[in-house]
């Protein structure tokens, strides 16, 4: 069946520092879309993307789909505390959304 | 405008009892998902339902679980005789028909502590 990886699984970033989170997908995929989840909270819908190569940006977030549509990052700039959580993909095939296992983001001071 | 509405948020059962949860989805929105995660863990889908037919049970263990999505009413997620493995946090997301870019829209969860 369908997989989708996600590494790291843990982000440890300075505040202020950038990073980034990739996702893979083990088969060609509809759409990606990316998911927050702050702790004890439920994930809240971030963004889809759906054409290959595809590149959208909120605010300090950039969401990149690849030529294959099989691999997917999410960069965030100048971290800040406010982005603590864990950042899911999830790859959907027809109605089926898979998800990562997510990264872990958080914030040192 | 209510989102996905879920309850209950926590649910304590003894080994062996019955657990229901609960979810009505967002209004205009027409299919239903259940996923169960674990503690620092991704979500794991279990079942796809439109009113009245339940289209993907795939992830679903095949004894004492079950799902609904009734014609009048949430949809309902089952889990007879729970044992300790089924603690973990139950969420129901709801989308409208195909098409949308809107993703999924996650309800809170209910927190199943079995002890």
């Known amino acids: 069946g369908q997989q989708v990886m996600q590494i790291p699984q843990y982000q440890h970033v300075q505040e202020g520092e950038d990073f980034t989170t990739y996702c893979n997908s083990s088969?060609?995929?509809?759409?990606i879309q990316w998911y927050k989840q702050r702790p004890g909270g439920h994930p809240v819908f971030l963004i889809q993307?759906?054409?290959?190569?595809e590149v959208k940006k909120q605010k300090r977030l950039t969401f990149q789909f690849g030529e294959a549509k099989k691999n997917s990052s999410l960069h965030i700039t100048a971290t800040q505390t406010t982005d603590v959580g864990t950042y899911f993909c999830?790859?959907?095939?027809?109605?089926?959304?898979?998800f990562g296992a997510g990264t872990t983001v958080t914030v040192r001071a | 405008n209510a989102g996905v509405m879920q309850n209950p948020r926590h649910l304590v059962r003894r080994r062996g009892q019955e657990a229901r949860l609960r979810c009505s989805p967002m209004?205009?929105?027409?299919?239903v998902y259940w996923y169960r995660q674990l503690p620092e863990e991704g979500l794991k889908f279990m079942v796809y339902?439109?009113?009245?037919?339940?289209?993907?049970e795939s992830g679903m263990p095949k004894e004492r679980f079950s799902a609904e999505f009734p014609k009048e009413g949430p949809s309902i997620l089952r889990i007879q005789q729970v044992v300790r493995g089924d603690s973990a946090a139950y969420f129901c997301?709801?989308?409208?028909?195909?098409?949308?870019?809107?993703?999924?829209?996650f309800g809170s969860g209910t927190r199943l502590t079995v002890v």
């Open positions: 997301a709801s989308s409208p028909p195909a098409g949308s870019t809107n993703g999924y829209t």
């Open positions: 088969t060609t995929l509809s759409n």
């Open positions: 993307l759906v054409k290959s190569g």
């Open positions: 999830a790859g959907q095939v027809d109605y089926k959304l898979s």
């Open positions: 209004k205009g929105h027409s299919h």
């Open positions: 339902l439109q009113k009245e037919n339940i289209i993907d």
